[in-house]
């Protein structure tokens, strides 16, 4: 071998290990196997923490709740067959959830067998209905574009869940590819119109109310929406995927709306004339249905509304969640409107609490 190519040679499994370190990864949560010992021996070479688990569906729900609290993606490991089919109901969680997660599974030798099919399923092909990639990485050199593109689609707008599979003579083999560094991720800022639109509707309401839904449980977006309310003094409620956002011990705040009707917390949303829906997500069950004539909705979030014959928002205000939030507030500041129902309500919950 020569000099230069001893100089510029690293093996898969040390390529891939340095670009999860470019990434930022600090713990990957795992029940390793025989198809993953080369990651396992370049893992403990490097500054990420393997954290062992009983099984890989414990493994996968942890990475899965640390991209959720985090915003960055959470991983995981397991080896193929049984290993790797364990992480499909987290890798739903996360689908659903819209939680950032990097799974990595090992496999048999592509190039040639030395088992026959053992264990041997097409991972890759089942994972595809619930991820936003699924792939087998078939040369070293590939495996930092692959990463990097496993990391952007996985944290960015609706984050979710990746996989990459990994085959054991691939980890093995020799790369001459450089890391590809990550970088700063910035979305589209809303148009100054949808902005005017907004800020005129919400003037004009009587009775508005603030609805957190899950795409507004995102790191980024919480001090701004917390700002938002507590300046515009507009009272709030959430879905069970929006609690935590703000703090729920506020004066403001009147309930969760869950799978429940008829409660105190839907008479109040009958009674709004307004809902500034912030992160909507189809997933969640709706907490009020839109009618011709009814209340009218605007749609704060990072993407457009999916329009049905029970949700079609008059004022869209797409882009940055944050950013939108902010340029709210100043355009508004305090709402004068008709709040004494909502105070009401707000008094009876922390007499019940």
Excluded: W
């Amino acid at each position: 071998m020569s000099e230069h190519h001893k100089q510029t040679c690293t093996k898969a499994s040390d390529l891939f290990v340095k670009a999860l370190e470019a990434e930022g990864v600090k713990h990957i949560f795992a029940v390793p196997g025989e198809e993953n010992l080369d990651m396992v021996e370049s893992l403990r070479n490097s500054s990420i923490e393997l954290v062992l688990t009983r099984h890989e569906q414990g493994a996968a729900f942890m990475a899965a709740t640390y991209g959720r609290l985090t915003g960055k993606a959470g991983v995981c490991m397991a080896t193929l067959g049984p290993g790797a089919t364990n992480f499909a109901t987290p890798a739903a969680y996360a689908h659903l959830g819209a939680f950032p997660l990097i799974m990595i599974t090992g496999q048999k030798p592509i190039k040639k067998s030395k088992q026959g099919q053992f264990q041997i399923i097409d991972v890759v092909g089942l994972f595809e209905p619930i991820c936003k990639m699924s792939k087998q990485i078939v040369h070293g050199n590939t495996i930092p574009s692959l990463v990097r593109e496993a990391f952007r689609l996985a944290e960015e707008e609706r984050p979710g869940a990746v996989l990459l599979e990994l085959p054991e003579d691939i980890a093995a083999e020799d790369t001459n590819a450089s890391i590809i560094e990550p970088h700063a991720r910035h979305y589209a800022v809303a148009s100054d119109t949808a902005i005017e639109e907004a800020v005129t509707l919400i003037k004009q309401a009587k009775r508005p109310l603030v609805l957190v839904g899950a795409g507004a449980n995102r790191k980024e977006a919480r001090a701004a929406l917390c700002d938002f309310v507590h300046t515009s003094r507009i009272p709030f409620f959430n879905t069970q995927m929006g609690k935590g956002v703000i703090d729920e011990r506020s004066e403001l705040f009147i309930g969760t709306a869950a799978l429940s009707d008829n409660d105190y917390l839907h008479c109040a949303i009958d009674r709004a004339d307004l809902v500034i829906n912030v992160g909507h997500d189809v997933v969640e069950k709706p907490p009020f249905f839109m009618e011709p004539g009814g209340k009218k909705v605007i749609h704060i979030n990072y993407k457009s509304a999916k329009v049905d014959q029970v949700y079609f928002p008059q004022v869209e205000v797409i882009g940055d969640l944050a950013a939108s939030i902010n340029r709210l507030k100043e355009a508004l500041g305090t709402v004068a409107a008709e709040f004494s129902y909502f105070e009401k309500l707000n008094l009876a919950l922390i007499n019940i609490l």
